[in-house]
């Protein structure tokens, strides 16, 4: 074997030794499997992380034990009772303590149908709540408890950073006390949804709520329950689902930053004061109660809202609002029915003046209008 040879031989095997010698450095403890994982072991750490005392969650093959762990015992069954009968179900988690008392939010319609509520723990402890307030139209009501050491406090979120897709999972009751504690996970799957829905027993949609949606699954009993990020931080309050055959894996859940900004007016047993317009309405669709109210309308007009009448004394009768006309907008917002006029209308409070853009005889104008308070029983 000539001379040249044997140095290409020995260069080879000097690459070979010198690469096998850098991965035991670098990886031979994975090899070995000294360090307690396995070698083909990858996670992912949770990146939304608002509240101060919160820790990041690793993510891998093991699930989010570790985040459920974290909010688990937050979580509480609710029960609501109509003369010691019971009459709804829900979920609800602990957001504050103090000294005395654990306050647990949930939502208005799983305790609106009642006159005394229960919650459970997870501990399995029944303990009588109070119902310090509440309001349908954010869905929104705080109970009270007596202090209980199988309770812990929800780190409260923030839904504003949270973006498409990130993993999310929720805490609740499906169907009832059976399955209570039951974990569902899921990816936020739009913001922002704006859904018309009812606030009373009528089918008629009267509100419009500005909502997260997920795929995580949601089903009666979860209402009121939180709606969590992959660190355990609450980012929203589980509301509703859509229910139809044909559709699967869209629930809905109000954004934690909107109940905590009404949370502390609830905390106080008052009532929220919305704003009023003054005015009685229709929606431009309603042709044939329109038809009995004398007004007749375009049929091209499938958007805005007829005014029928104004209230003695409110901003509608002082801004000079006509039976017939057709409001098409609110400070630049369109509204496409009374649903959406009130959602645009208690983004303000009494007192405040808005831009009301209305139709009279198909001329468009405008006119400033001072909101009076909504009188409530």
């Not at 000294?99 to 319609?109: A, C, L, V």
């Not at 997260?212 to 979860?222: E, F, R, S, V």
């Not at 003054?278 to 309603?286: A, E, P, R």
Request: glycine share 10%; proline share 2%.
């Amino acid at each position: 074997m000539n001379e040249k040879l044997k140095n290409a031989i020995l260069i080879i095997v000097s690459f070979v030794i010198g690469g096998v010698f850098t991965f035991l450095i670098i990886d031979g403890k994975n090899l070995l499997g000294l360090n307690g994982t396995s070698s083909n072991t990858s996670g992912t750490t949770g990146l939304t992380c608002s509240a101060k005392n919160c820790t990041k969650v690793v993510v891998d093959e093991s699930g989010i034990s570790e985040a459920v762990e974290k909010v688990y015992d937050a979580v509480v069954f609710v029960r609501t009772y109509q003369s010691e009968q019971a009459v709804a179900t829900g979920t609800g988690f602990v957001y504050k303590q103090d000294d005395k008392y654990d306050y647990i939010m949930t939502n208005q319609h799983v305790v609106s149908g009642g006159d005394s509520v229960k919650i459970i723990t997870s501990k399995d402890v029944t303990l009588d709540a109070t119902i310090l307030g509440g309001d349908s139209y954010i869905d929104i009501a705080v109970l009270r408890v007596e202090k209980n050491d199988g309770l812990t406090v929800a780190s409260l979120g923030n839904s504003e950073t949270a973006k498409l897709g990130d993993f999310v999972f929720t805490i609740g009751s499906p169907l009832g006390y059976e399955y209570r504690g039951s974990i569902t996970t899921g990816h936020l799957s739009g913001k922002d949804r704006m859904i018309s829905v009812s606030t009373t027993s009528s089918s008629s949609e009267d509100w419009v709520m500005r909502v997260l949606q997920t795929d995580a699954a949601i089903n009666p009993g979860n209402s009121g329950g939180p709606l969590l990020n992959i660190n355990g931080e609450v980012i929203g309050i589980n509301s509703m689902k859509l229910v139809e055959t044909e559709i699967e894996g869209m629930g809905f859940a109000i954004p934690i930053e909107y109940a905590i900004s009404h949370i502390e007016t609830l905390e106080k047993g008052k009532k929220i004061e919305w704003p009023m317009l003054g005015v009685t309405m229709l929606n431009t669709t309603d042709v044939m109660a329109l038809y009995r109210e004398g007004i007749t309308i375009s049929k091209d007009m499938e958007e805005g809202v007829v005014v029928v009448g104004t209230e003695k004394n409110s901003g509608a009768e002082k801004a000079g609002l006509e039976k017939g006309d057709i409001i098409t907008k609110i400070d630049d917002k369109t509204v496409k029915n009374s649903a959406y006029l009130r959602y645009e209308l208690y983004q303000h409070a009494p007192g405040d003046t808005i831009e009301v853009t209305y139709l009279r005889d198909n001329k468009e104008k405008k006119v400033k209008v001072t909101l009076t308070k909504m009188e409530t029983d």
